[in-house]
């Protein structure tokens, strides 16, 4: 642990022995205090008013059953989550994620992440996060609308338009949506933007399926800049094939760069002519709607090597942007970045990366964009859409792909600021940590101590 701030210091242990077991949700806490020691060395107010401890504890967590009917007429059970986190600047908002993996510590440091990454949009957005560990590999459809409608049956006490916003995550699209709401709509008969990422006949707002990967392709295009770089001619490594990897592919493409790799759980392919015809792409999506979560199947389609088991990060690339899971970066993965000079690291999934490879890379001058300020174009047009079903009006795809971009370039520029303010100029982590939480902080020390 670097900390040297005495407060800091306490209110991480404090953390840690409260949330003994949870790694990932440490893993979140710890990156954003450290970045923010020299925020608490020059404001008393933070620790006079308790902010970090109020910050690092979710204002509420709910946990319940699941109960659903599979195919086969058997009983099963899940957990399902919602994690309440902060709503010092807006209604909870975040999304929700289905998959084996989803634990109390999971949901947690996406809940966390997502405090600070809806305030870096610039709309008024708290922070949540809800899931289950339930499996939507190899399920039916009726099986999914089970699951969601027993799901929603318990969420639906806990949220509401001015409350709580859910969305999608990994495993949960616009199919996973539409049950979820058709579900709230009969349990409360009200018509409200209560989700987003709905349907395009029932509020949905346009550009919302793409918003993550061109809001992370917008922040990059940004990057670049600083560095007298452009995006054309560039070489892209990817991984994942899900509607965040699908974005980013598309508009990489569009913008002249070259995508090379893609992955799933299964390995990876290596594509050199890129990922780049429309074909191609639209094949990510055929894959994603056949349940199978096998790569290989492009492999076998386009006849491009696959690699089974692997990871991406050994491909020399001119930039690395993991679009999959948490912690998908390892310290070895990092060890062969480094080694083949790859200069952009650009964070698109939600903590890709382990705190040891983002050390490794830092100390080695790899340029770091983190998730939170990357892929919050996601977000940003979900509270898009709620303006929209507020307004029970709805803008242009260009429009809302114009305020997208303004959003990501100015999520660059903030932090790229704050991190300059605080004498870190060019650590781009630091700078989208402090700018995502002095807005919070503020808000926090306006409304009282009262949560
Ligand atoms: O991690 C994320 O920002 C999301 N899954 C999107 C959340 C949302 O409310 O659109």
């Not at 020299?38 to 509420?60: A, F, H, S, T």
């Not at 998959?99 to 440091?109: L, T």
């Not at 209560?194 to 392709?217: C, D, M, N, Q, Y």
């Amino acid at each position: 642990m670097k900390l040297k701030n005495e407060y800091l210091i306490r209110v991480y242990e404090t953390v840690a022995q409260r949330n003994a077991g949870e790694p990932e949700f440490l893993q979140a806490v710890l990156e954003v205090l450290e970045s923010l020691e020299p925020v608490v060395e020059q404001d008393p107010r933070l620790e006079k008013w308790g902010v970090m401890e109020r910050i690092v504890e979710p204002e509420r967590m709910i946990t319940f059953r699941v109960s659903w009917m599979d195919d086969a007429g058997n009983v099963q059970v899940n957990r399902g989550y919602r994690v309440q986190f902060n709503s010092a600047i807006g209604p909870y908002k975040g999304g929700i994620r289905l998959h084996p993996s989803v634990n109390a510590s999971v949901i947690k440091f996406l809940g966390f992440e997502q405090t600070f990454k809806n305030s870096l949009t610039g709309l008024p957005m708290g922070g949540g996060k809800g899931g289950s560990d339930f499996d939507p590999r190899g399920k039916s459809d009726a099986e999914i609308m089970r699951f969601c409608q027993s799901f929603m049956t318990e969420l639906s006490k806990h949220i509401g338009p001015d409350t709580d916003v859910p969305a999608g995550d990994i495993g949960v699209g616009a199919r996973e949506v539409g049950y979820l709401y058709g579900q709230y709509k009969r349990l409360r008969n009200e018509f409200t933007g209560v989700l987003t990422g709905k349907g395009r006949s029932f509020g949905g707002s346009l550009i919302r399926p793409e918003a993550t990967g061109f809001g992370a392709v917008y922040y990059t295009v940004e990057m670049l800049k600083t560095f007298g770089e452009d995006i054309k001619g560039k070489t892209f490594a990817v991984s994942g094939f899900g509607n965040v990897a699908w974005g980013t592919v598309k508009k990489i493409t569009e913008l002249g760069g070259k995508v090379v790799t893609i992955s799933g759980p299964d390995g990876y392919i290596y594509d050199p002519d890129g990922v780049s015809t429309e074909e191609k792409i639209n094949f990510m999506l055929e894959m994603r709607a056949s349940g199978r979560d096998k790569v290989k199947d492009y492999a076998d389609k386009f006849g491009v090597q696959y690699f089974e088991g692997k990871r991406p990060w050994e491909q020399k690339v001119d930039v690395i942007m993991p679009c999959a899971t948490q912690n998908e970066v390892s310290l070895d993965d990092a060890k062969n970045i480094v080694a083949n000079g790859v200069k952009y690291y650009v964070e698109v999934s939600n903590m890709p990366t382990t705190e040891e490879a983002v050390a490794y890379l830092k100390e080695n001058k790899v340029v770091i964009a983190p998730s939170k300020a990357v892929n919050a174009g996601g977000v940003a047009v979900s509270g898009l859409e709620m303006s929209q079903n507020s307004m029970r009006y709805s803008w242009t795809a260009e429009e809302v792909d114009a305020k997208l971009h303004q959003i990501m370039s100015d999520i660059y520029k903030n932090s790229y600021d704050a991190a300059k303010k605080f004498g870190m100029e060019g650590d781009l982590i630091a700078g989208a940590n402090i700018a995502g939480f002095m807005k919070v902080a503020d808000a926090m020390i306006a409304e009282g101590v009262a949560y």
